[in-house]
């Protein structure tokens, strides 16, 4: 998660004495290198940390934020190739890009909110207005917990956060523009979403290469398989925890959410059946299953048998991955972490 670059950082220069400033990428279209909610942050005295466009237009939102420190004001900038601007300062990737650049309060009750919010790995809505009434406010509404921090009153607050909707579902962040009679202005909307984690069920070859590659991407992983002669801790070294139980037993001590990722690969009816179950019931927002038409049709029907509809039974991806033509288990473990964080963030 981007906000790790730049919390610790604005935290330790703002205990330093340092003031301190924070941009944020907002919108970006086209091409762009990183996505909205990427942050770049300064001190005064001249630090940086993070990034909002990986190199492109950092040296320019530096000399920004500098003014920005000493006047106290916040800004909403607008970066990309246009024919005004291809002597200037731009994206060399041809997108344009949005950043709201603004100090950093560290006062402001939400932005330490925020970072137990992180911290913890508590999922929440993080809310800040960048243009009109609301501009340079912030909100956090995490799940099970009273709002941090306002935009200015009840009304924008509840609105905002209706406005903001299931982007904790969705992962994708959103700009929202204020209803007329509440006042002008937008929002940013981001969900901070606890760290990724995924359950793969069933210790193969090609486990054990996913479970190296996720972890290497940043999942927390378990391995969960009865069969302890496959689940040997020298095959998975980079595995978070390794589960010698029958899936349904060991998924529920693992613990499913809509934040884990689940995949089925034991190509056995006893392993596969009883773990997509508890996947599809455990809400995941990700549930793939290895093999081929006959595997996929056979396990279908199977969940039909225990309650599931069509709606449900269709959240089930199979084949696992995607058709990248992949056929080594490292292959294969490629194409099914890319359709993994495909989902993660809201492209498939």
């Known amino acids: 998660m981007s906000l790790r670059e730049v919390l610790e950082p604005l935290a330790r220069w703002s205990r330093e004495g340092k003031s301190t400033g ?4 907002i919108r970006a279209r086209r091409s762009a290198p990183r996505r909205p909610g ?11 940390a993070g990034s909002v466009s990986s190199g492109c237009i950092e040296g320019d939102l530096f000399e920004h934020l500098q003014q920005i420190l000493q006047e106290g004001e916040a800004r909403l900038l607008t970066y990309g ?14 997108g344009e890009i ?20 992180v911290e913890r790995g508590t ?3 993080f809310l800040t207005g960048v243009s009109g009434v609301v501009r340079g406010r912030r909100l956090l509404a995490a799940e099970g917990k009273a709002p941090v921090g306002t935009l200015g009153s009840g009304e924008l607050d509840r609105k905002a956060v209706e406005g903001a909707g299931s982007i904790l579902d969705t992962g994708v962040t959103r700009v929202i523009e204020l209803e007329a009679g509440v006042g002008q202005g937008a929002i940013f909307a981001e969900p901070i979403l606890p760290p990724p984690r995924m359950a793969i069920v069933g210790a193969s070859p090609i486990a ?16 969960v398989d009865p069969r302890s002669a496959f689940l040997s801790p020298d095959k998975f070294p980079d595995a978070a925890r390794l589960v010698g139980r029958w899936p349904d037993e060991g998924l529920a001590e693992v613990g499913l959410d809509r934040f884990v990722s689940v995949v089925v690969l034991g190509h056995d009816r006893k392993l596969d059946v009883p773990a997509l179950e508890a996947a599809l019931r455990g809400g995941c927002r990700y549930v793939g299953q290895i093999g081929g038409k006959r595997t996929q049709r056979l396990r ?28 080594s288990p490292e292959e294969i473990a490629l194409a099914i ?12």
């Open 123 to 125: 999922p929440a809505t």
């Open 300 to 327: 279908r029907e199977a969940l039909a048998e225990r309650g599931f509809d069509e709606e449900a039974i269709g959240r089930v991806r199979g084949p696992v991955g995607l058709d990248i033509g992949s056929e």
């Open 81 to 94: 190739i246009t024919d005004e601007m291809a002597a200037d300062v731009g994206l060399a990737c041809g």
């Open 98 to 117: 949005e950043v709201f650049a603004e100090p950093y309060l560290p006062d402001d009750p939400a932005w330490p909110a925020l970072t137990d919010s």
């Open 208 to 223: 054990a290469a996913l479970c190296h590659l996720a972890s290497f991407a940043g999942f927390e992983v378990s391995v």
């Open 337 to 348: 972490l890319a359709e993994v964080v495909a989902v993660q963030h809201g492209r498939a």
């Open 38 to 48: 990427a942050r770049f942050a300064v001190s005064d005295a001249g630090d940086i």
């Open 22 to 25: 924070v941009a944020t990428l």
